[in-house]
C-alpha cells in the first residue's frame, strides 16, 4: 500500500487500486482454488509465488484440516484432510 500510495496522487483511485491489487493476490493465493488447478500462465506462475496471503493460507489448512476425516452420509468413502 505504501508503493501504491507513492505512484497513485489521488486518494480514492489509491485506495481502489491498493483493493484491486489485495484482490488479485487473494485469488492467486489459493483460498478459492487450490495451486494445482490455477491457470499456469496467467495465475500460478506470476501471481501465486509472489501472493502473501499463499502462507497464511497454507498455516490455516495445514493447522485445521491435518488429522481429519470426513465421511459420507451411507457411504463407506472417506476424505482425508
Known sequence: MMIVASIVPNFLMGIIIGAGIQGIMILG???FRLPNDLPKICWKYPLHFVAFHRY?????????????RFGGIGTNKYING
Do not use: R, T, V
Open 29 to 31: 493465493g489459493g483460498l
Open 56 to 68: 497464511a493460507y497454507q498455516g490455516l489448512f495445514k493447522n485445521e484440516f491435518e488429522g481429519l
